[in-house]
């Protein structure tokens, strides 16, 4: 009976513990970010609850390039991710543009990006910021009560000789272990994601007129200026 008093009190309390995490996104085009901020939690530490922490960002990017060979520019391309420490995870070619997606180290995204606009003419650029911190924070302080919580009802299993109160305890151990196994995927897929940056590139060939092209580009550009100036 005293076993299941522990067990009930203890479920009690990672259930009001797991009240206290609060899961939030902050998204931006190209927001910049303070450096750090305060962030207060009543599971962390006063000294690290007053204490500013270090922001946790994801980046994002989509950049398009005129290249005259995408032959050429296919290889170059190569050789720019590998260097960042980078590689190609789907790419498609199609006549005279070629698409590619890619992860680069988050350290070398903007570095990488410049030399990937030499390829050619840069055509756009975009990057997006993702702050996760929050998010980390959260899932590390639940993941920490987890554990605790799971410890507690392992010791208590092992000096449980009730059979019904056993089975009861193990069915908690699985509940809180298969919690545990997701929060830890989750933080597994928000530090890949924070050390790896997706980048799609589109590569799209030149045109290159002949005497008669150049003649009617011309043309319909002075035609559309009649119309619009801007």
């Avoid at 000294?47 to 050429?72: G, H, L, Q």
Wanted: charged fraction near 25%.
């Amino acid at each position: 009976m005293k076993n299941l008093l522990k067990l009930s009190l203890l479920s009690t309390l990672i259930i009001f513990t797991g009240c206290g995490a609060k899961y939030s996104t902050m998204s931006s085009g190209d927001s910049v970010y303070q450096e750090s901020v305060t962030y207060s939690n009543s599971s962390l530490s006063p000294r690290m609850a007053s204490s500013p922490i270090k922001r946790i960002i994801t980046k994002r990017a989509n950049i398009s390039v005129d290249v005259d060979s995408i032959d050429e520019a296919k290889a170059s391309l190569q050789t720019v991710i590998e260097k960042s420490g980078g590689h190609i995870t789907n790419a498609s070619h199609r006549e005279n543009r070629y698409n590619a997606s890619a992860k680069i180290p988050s350290t070398k995204l903007m570095d990488t990006l410049d030399e990937i606009a030499k390829l050619g003419d840069k055509t756009s650029l975009s990057i997006s910021q993702n702050d996760v911190t929050n998010q980390f924070v959260d899932n590390e302080a639940r993941l920490k009560n987890l554990v605790l919580f799971r410890d507690k009802m392992k010791n208590l299993l092992s000096r449980t000789t009730n059979i019904e109160e056993i089975l009861k305890i193990e069915r908690e151990l699985r509940r809180v272990q298969t919690e545990i196994d997701s929060i830890q995927g989750r933080l597994k897929y928000l530090k890949d994601a924070v050390a790896l940056s997706p980048v799609n590139i589109n590569l799209k060939e030149k045109t290159i007129y002949g005497p008669l092209g150049y003649i009617g580009n011309g043309i319909w550009w002075v035609t559309k200026k009649l119309f619009v100036i801007k």
